[in-house]
């Protein structure tokens, strides 16, 4: 039932977790739309030869208030603010040295190669029916939520394997670009957040700090999945090493499924 302080839960909850929902609905019909780049959440094509065309069809023009956003999207998560705890999945893609990379290289050297990472993990992360929630410095977000992929979890692994074989993770010649992945799945809350003012759709909670924390210690080149996503989703036909790992600021360690590149299961 929804509170006083969250009146809109209900509405969240059948957003994101209903394969009917709107948010379905949309994502899959402007998906096959071209552009880039596209609004964050229907995945409208914000730019593009024929952006002008879209726009006046389908009544959707990148916002003046949040880039991106469509103007719809924009102003409905602006005006209805809160969101739901959900089951969802989620993961986070690490450039690791990107420290030592920044050193070596010139700023705009090292900016191409962050804007060609972030094209080719939003590529692979929407053709998986992710959301791509962020970019945060030299990572990004992407959330698999039960209204836009009913399997998640093996959703969200299977875009893992592919977001290293699209970084060149197992290829003779090498990454060009070394990444680590963490994987989860569990209960966040998901939905609107802001000011009134300024509003972002995002995720939040200890499912969303244990994927970020699983990429932070992923080595080059490896897939870091929690047992409970793994359970749900794994591969069982992929070679792989189970781990007790230790995550800062958890009491106790966490079992995970490491699996790399190379399809080698990593020593212990």
């Not at 039960?146 to 970084?167: K, N, T, Y």
Request: a neutral charge; charged letters at 20%.
């Amino acid at each position: 039932m929804a509170s006083d302080k969250n009146p809109h839960e209900e509405m969240w909850r059948g957003l994101l977790t209903d394969p009917q929902s709107p948010l379905h609905a949309d994502r899959m019909q402007f998906k096959l739309l071209p552009g880039s780049p596209r609004c964050k959440t229907c995945l409208f094509p914000l730019g593009g030869p024929l952006v002008s065309a879209l726009s006046s069809k389908w009544g959707r023009k990148p916002s003046r208030k949040n880039p991106n956003f469509c103007n719809l999207c924009e102003e409905f998560i602006r005006t209805h603010p809160g969101g739901a705890e959900i089951d969802l999945s989620l993961l986070f893609a690490d450039v690791r040295g990107s420290t030592s990379m920044a050193e070596r290289m010139m700023p705009a050297e090292f900016a191409s190669l962050m804007n060609r990472f972030f094209k080719a993990s939003s590529d692979v992360l929407i053709g998986s029916d992710a959301l791509v929630d962020k970019f945060v410095g030299d990572e990004i977000i992407g959330l698999f939520l039960p209204a836009i992929v009913a399997d998640h979890p093996a959703a969200a692994v299977e875009a893992g394997r592919r977001l290293l074989s699209a970084i060149g993770h197992g290829e003779p010649g090498g990454p060009w670009l070394p990444i680590g992945i963490g994987v989860h799945s569990g209960t966040a809350y998901v939905g609107s957040v802001g000011n009134g003012l300024v509003a972002d759709f995002t995720a939040m909670g200890d499912a969303v700090n244990v994927a970020a924390r699983l990429a932070s210690q992923a080595g080059p080149g490896e897939l870091v999945v929690t047992e409970a996503a793994w359970t749900r989703g794994g591969p069982r036909h992929v070679p792989n090493s189970a781990h007790m790992l230790d995550l800062k600021g958890r009491a106790s360690p966490i079992e995970v499924r490491v699996l790399r590149s190379d399809g080698i299961p990593p020593r212990s």
